[in-house]
C-alpha cells in the first residue's frame, strides 16, 4: 500500500486547510485497514488527528474535533482532512497513514505552513 499527501503547502490564518491523501496498491475500502491523518509541528512530536476507517466511520481526536473533519471518495481511492480556522499554531508536517493488523503504511508527508 502506497499513500500519497497533496494539498497547498502555504494557508492563511482564519482559512481552511485541505489535505488529500491518494492511496494506491489497495482499496481503502478492504476490510479492517484504518486510515489516519498525523501531524508534527516544528521541534514537537507527532500528533494523531483523526482516523476513518474500512467501512467509512470516523473518529477525531476531541482537541480538533470542533475543527476537524476527515471524509473519503471512494471511486477516487482517496481520503480528505479538512481543518478549519487555522493559526500558525497548525503549522507542521501532515502525514497520512494506514494501519492494518499491527502493519503501519506511511505517506511522505506534505508541509503545510500557516501565514499571512
Known amino acids: 500500500v502506497q499513500l500519497q499527501e497533496s494539498g497547498p503547502g502555504l494557508v492563511k490564518p482564519s482559512q481552511t486547510l485541505s489535505l488529500i491523501c491518494t492511496v494506491s496498491?489497495?482499496?481503502?475500502?478492504?476490510?479492517?485497514?484504518?486510515w489516519s491523518w498525523i501531524r508534527q509541528p516544528p521541534g514537537k512530536g507527532l500528533e494523531w488527528m483523526g482516523v476513518?476507517?474500512?467501512?467509512?466511520?470516523?473518529y477525531i481526536s476531541p482537541s480538533l474535533k470542533s475543527r476537524t473533519s476527515i471524509w473519503r471518495d471512494t471511486s477516487k481511492n482517496q481520503f480528505t482532512l479538512q481543518l478549519s480556522s487555522v493559526t500558525p499554531e497548525d503549522t507542521a508536517v501532515y502525514y497520512c497513514?494506514?494501519?492494518?493488523?499491527?502493519?503501519?503504511?506511511w505517506g511522505q508527508g506534505a508541509q503545510v505552513t500557516v501565514s499571512s
Open positions: 496498491g489497495g482499496s481503502i475500502t478492504t476490510n479492517y485497514y484504518y
Open positions: 497513514n494506514a494501519e492494518t493488523r499491527g502493519r503501519y503504511y
Open positions: 476513518i476507517d474500512y467501512s467509512g466511520s470516523t
